[in-house]
């Protein structure tokens, strides 16, 4: 029982694996999938992560609709590594990341409004929203819910008063303002 379970356990997308017999001799194996939170896309290929920062591969039968992350992501893992982030700054990096995706998944009005996030070769994040043509230019991946903030303020008074298609940009990296171009 404990090769079976190391078996199904050395499966990236498994958790945890339980193989027990009964008594009619009948083998049971109880499986506890990862969840993946994230997924990451690179030049090389994508991963996905999940709320541990434990990285698995793709899976090629199955595509899990979470949130995608692509560009210049600052973590040395590739679309083959499985195992958790170790280094401390790949890791904070990603905490800090994933209080944005927890963030929006959290929230009723952000839940499912982000398509993509795309990180820049200086780690400054842009979200492009699943409608409109405008992008949010959000910067670090700090201040989350001041930046939401800002973003519902855009489609609450700016819009409203300007039109749905007059800006392209919408930057809320700074202190108490909103730059829209």
């Not at 992560?49 to 595509?63: M, N, V």
């Not at 910067?139 to 001041?146: A, F, I, L, M, R």
Request: net charge positive; hydrophobic share 35%; aromatic share 10%.
């Amino acid at each position: 029982l404990t090769k079976v379970e190391a078996a199904v356990d050395s499966r990236s997308a498994v958790l945890k694996s339980e193989a027990f017999v009964t008594r009619d001799s009948i083998l049971n194996i109880t499986v506890t999938q990862r969840k993946p939170v994230v997924r990451f896309q690179k030049n090389d290929g994508g991963f996905y992560a999940d709320a541990e920062g434990y990285i698995f591969p793709l899976q090629s039968s199955y595509s899990s609709h979470v949130q995608i992350i692509d560009g210049a992501i600052p973590l040395a893992a590739n679309s083959g590594y499985k195992g958790d982030i170790e280094d401390p700054q790949e890791k904070a990096w990603f905490k800090s990341v994933m209080n944005v995706v927890n963030f929006m998944e959290g929230s009723r009005t952000w839940k499912g409004k982000i398509v993509q996030i795309h990180v820049d070769r200086k780690g400054e994040l842009t979200l492009v929203p699943r409608e409109g043509n405008e992008i949010f230019l959000f910067g670090q991946p700090h201040s989350v819910p001041e930046k939401f903030a800002k973003m519902e303020k855009y489609y609450t008074t700016i819009i409203p008063e300007k039109g749905a298609k007059k800006y392209k940009t919408v930057d809320v990296r700074f202190d108490n303002q909103i730059v829209c171009k």
